[in-house]
């Protein structure tokens, strides 16, 4: 299956690549958030189904939290056709 790079970007344009489990993009993002001077951003991908959707992050890490968990759920999960591939290659 193809990675997906996912990509948190600051609000100076700067961008941070997140890892491509859920749970470790989420450490990932929190760090850059709480790092980051007026926690401005959001995320995004140019692959996959979630291609050009953003979601922003506008200073609250919860409410910004509870959007991005599920776009980057959706975001990293194997399209129909990856999983149709991958089984292709199975004995």
């Known amino acids: 299956m193809s990675e997906q790079r996912i990509w ?3 609000d100076n ?6 890892p491509n489990d859920v749970d470790a993009a989420m ?5 850059v958030f709480d ?3 007026g926690h401005y951003g959001m995320l995004a991908t140019k692959q996959g189904p ?3 959707v953003v979601v922003h992050a506008r200073s609250d890490w919860e409410e910004f939290a509870e ?6 759920e ?3 999960q194997p399209s129909a056709a990856e999983i149709e591939c991958a089984s292709w290659s199975q004995p």
């Open 27 to 31: 450490e990932r993002l929190q760090e």
């Open 50 to 52: 979630m291609n050009g």
């Open 35 to 37: 790092g980051h001077c």
């Open 74 to 76: 959706a975001a990293l």
């Open 8 to 10: 948190y970007m600051r």
């Open 67 to 72: 959007q991005a968990r599920p776009w980057l």
């Open 13 to 18: 344009h700067t961008f941070a690549q997140l």
